[in-house]
């Protein structure tokens, strides 16, 4: 079955504190995945996805197929890094499949 | 380009009653997805349409739910007679012909009384 889960609903750092998101995948072809973000008041937004080997606003995400995770990570949590993030992995060209969402707090 | 909108942002209907949603997509985009995110889940896919074409709607209810894309004006999410069970935030998203990024609208909330 294709899924995608992220184990913590809620998260909370202090600033300037590391941040982990955890994302576990099930999938039996190649998997494309991404993360999306969704500030407060705001609309979901893409953050970054593996393909790009990006880094975006300090986070960064590696794909390991080994243990089916895509965990997004920050050194230095920032305050402004305070949003609903979502772990989401494209089945096929239509098709999305998001996690639960891990709701992150950074605490000043 | 103001970005993929949804209109109405809240939704307010009773048992029994149609809904509608809108979904306007980005100057440019000709593909549509509609989720569904149900209080404590996850997004979750329900149709995929092209314009004036279904194109998956693996994820739709078979009963009640139908949606479209008319080659002028807005996708619509129709539910017909609507029941508790149907009050959800549905995000419409969408990306240009390559198919690439999807772009997410601010969501409808819907609640059902």
């Known amino acids: 079955a294709q899924r995608v889960t992220q184990p913590e609903k809620l998260l909370s750092v202090f600033k300037g504190a590391p941040v982990e998101l955890k994302c576990n995948y099930s999938?039996?072809?190649?998997?494309?995945l991404f993360w999306y973000v969704q500030y407060s008041r705001q609309r979901l937004q893409l953050l970054l996805r593996h393909i790009s080997r990006e880094s975006i606003k300090g986070f960064t995400a590696d794909l390991n197929k080994g243990e089916t995770s895509f965990h997004l990570k920050k050194p230095f949590a920032q305050e402004e890094d305070s949003a609903m993030y979502y772990c989401a992995l494209r089945v096929n060209n239509n098709d999305m499949r998001f996690g639960a969402g891990t709701r992150l707090t950074v605490k000043p | 380009n103001a970005g993929v909108m949804q209109n109405p942002r809240h939704l307010v209907r009773r048992r029994g009653q149609e809904a509608r949603l809108r979904c306007s997509p980005m100057?440019?985009?000709?593909?549509v997805y509609w989720y569904r995110q149900l209080p404590e889940e996850g997004l979750k896919f329900m149709v995929y349409?092209?314009?004036?074409?279904?194109?998956?709607e693996s994820g739709m209810p078979k009963e009640r739910f139908s949606a479209e894309f008319p080659k002028e004006g807005p996708s619509i999410l129709r539910i017909q007679q609507v029941v508790r069970g149907d009050s959800a935030a549905y995000f419409c998203a969408s990306s240009p012909p390559q198919k690439d990024t999807q772009y997410f609208g601010p969501g409808t909330r819907l609640t059902v009384l």
């Open positions: 100057k440019g985009h000709s593909h």
């Open positions: 999938y039996s072809g190649s998997p494309e």
């Open positions: 349409l092209q314009k004036e074409n279904i194109i998956d």
